[in-house]
């Protein structure tokens, strides 16, 4: 459910910033604080899941071929993304952006996985590295995925690894620290009350295929709405 939401978020954020490229509404989704903040949250909420839910996926035991196949899936699908926002945006495409970025983290995460605090210092050390270090030498193309940049490169989604592998981490750290303290246990037979909740939950478990298919169904149907108050 709190995958369902950070997708229901990053729905509307993107409806937002669809509305704003068809000139239907007037959003500053680059220098906007509201809408800066509003996308590090989101990026945030989906990357502390990502941990916790890697630690429950490989917590008791490194599963190899659900892992492949998992990263398999996440590789073509961040081509995919590449491809299409070169091809929508051609000067702004997406070089790594949060889908190369989980796929990364993923590979990255099996090192970190039997740690529990060193996580916590390291995913703490890492954001404030990467929020705080700077050097010219990263702002490269083919070194500025890592992070550490003097200026954000030109891209419409850019997830580097420094700040945000650190957010993965704290994911690690608190799913072990839920699992040590029975949490999981205790979940495992929740069960959503509310239709709210049940639609969160239900888009939750299918949050790759939404987060894939979600926007060109809505520049679909917003490029027939342009076109419509255009006539």
Known sequence: MARGSAIA????????????????????????????????????LFLLIVGISFHLANGNGF???????????????A????????????????????????????????????????????GIAAIAAGLSLENAWFDQPWMSWIGFTTHKPISEDYVPLFPWFGVVLLGLYLGKTLSIRGIWKKLANWQPGSAPARLLSKAGKHSLAIYILHQPALLGILYIA????GA
């Open 79 to 122: 081509a995919a993304v590449s491809v299409g926002s070169y091809v929508i945006f051609p000067a702004s495409g997406i070089f790594f952006g949060v889908l190369h970025f989980i796929a990364l983290a993923s590979v990255l995460g099996l090192m970190f996985l039997p740690l529990h605090h060193a996580n916590l210092v390291l």
């Open 226 to 229: 342009s076109k419509l108050k």
């Open 63 to 77: 599963r190899a071929r659900p892992f492949l196949r998992r990263l398999g899936v996440l590789a073509c699908c």
């Open 9 to 44: 978020l990053m729905v509307g954020f993107h409806f937002c910033f669809d509305l704003n490229f068809f000139h239907l509404a007037s959003f500053d989704f680059y220098r906007d604080p509201f809408w800066l903040n509003l996308r590090a949250f989101i990026v945030t």
